[in-house]
């Protein structure tokens, strides 16, 4: 299959590495003059963890990367964006691809409407990586697990079932999902909790080490699913929220004991959360589309509103550096 993903950041790289591994064809569309900073390559250190092995893979990543689409037909266009540069890339790119198929490897709060004014919806499906990493002295040092895809909702996507087999041949494990749209939002809103809790605490040692912060954390994430439990989401179809909504003060606190070991001792996880501070940008939407929801729907965020000055001060302070 020849794919195309757009760019060559973390989660881009991450499954366009493995991707080009399992026989296929990946170009990178890169911004002009990048392509010239990629001509030897990428170096890579990948902590890969499967179902049933884990391995470090370190390698150099001999990525084929344009600054221009040609006439080539692209089957499959991987689109691993900030959600909030989902819908100016797609007006720039969709025109120029003739009739390729899109995986939107990103988050999303807002739906699809916008999305469907510029790609029919048998065209595209979502995807949430499970995958991250930063870049450190020119290396990529990241993790990759697997890969979570399906339609905006509905059941029985062909797409969805081509982009998991597409993954499979590369050894990647893929979860498909009927409804992602509601998978996405429950994943946003955890994230968007989590986030704030943690530009409160200032690091993750302190927000996992301390019980009144870790209390507070769960606190702020159960406001944020009661939002999108009002959206229309069944929260009981999804384990990752049964941490934050058990009413077992012991089961809470369990939960928190396994995630400061998970920080400390787990490789991949350790490697795919090394960007929680990366994007300000990215922590103040999440915040914003978390609290904005909220008030729209009358639900009441004591404790994400506890957050904003923190979250206010990391955003501004991130914009006075030079940071994103």
Not at 81 to 95: A, I, S
Not at 239 to 253: D, G, K, Q, V
Request: charged content about 20%; some cysteine.
């Amino acid at each position: 299959m020849r794919i195309l993903v757009i760019g060559a950041g973390i989660i881009g790289t991450i499954y366009g590495w493995a991707l080009a591994r399992g026989d296929h064809e990946v170009v990178h569309l890169v911004r002009p003059g990048r392509g010239a900073d990629l001509r030897e390559g990428l170096a890579l250190d990948i902590y890969k963890r499967g179902q049933l092995s884990k391995r470090s893979i370190r390698t150099q990543y001999l990525l084929h990367a344009v600054e221009t689409l040609s006439e080539t037909t692209i089957d499959l266009v991987i689109v691993p964006v900030k959600h909030y540069g989902l819908l100016p890339t797609l007006r720039d790119v969709v025109p120029k691809i003739g009739a390729a198929e899109f995986l939107l490897l990103t988050q999303n709060w807002h739906g699809s409407a916008e999305i469907d004014v510029i790609l029919p919806r048998t065209r595209y499906i979502y995807g949430d990586a499970k995958a991250g990493g930063s870049f450190s002295d020119g290396k990529l040092v990241a993790a990759l697990s697997a890969i979570d895809l399906g339609p905006a909702e509905g059941d029985g996507s062909p797409l969805a079932a081509k982009a998991a087999s597409l993954f499979s041949s590369a050894g990647i494990a893929a979860r498909l999902h009927a409804n992602m749209l509601h998978y996405l939002w429950v994943q946003y809103a955890i994230t968007a909790g989590m986030w704030a809790a943690l530009i409160g605490a200032g690091s993750f040692e302190a927000l996992l080490s301390h019980r009144d912060a870790t209390d507070k954390a769960q606190a702020a994430v159960r406001e944020c699913l009661a939002v999108a439990k009002q959206r229309g989401v069944a929260l009981a179809q999804y384990p990752e929220t049964r941490p934050f909504l058990t009413n077992s003060a012991l089961a809470r606190r369990i939960y928190f004991w396994l995630a400061r070991r998970m920080f400390r001792k787990d490789e991949y996880t350790r490697r795919s959360s090394a960007h929680a501070f990366g994007d300000a940008v990215e922590v103040k939407t999440f915040y914003d589309d978390l609290v904005g929801t909220g008030r729209e729907l009358g639900i009441a965020m004591p404790v994400m509103a506890s957050y904003a000055a923190a979250v206010g001060r990391f955003a501004d302070q991130a914009h006075m550096t030079g940071g994103s």
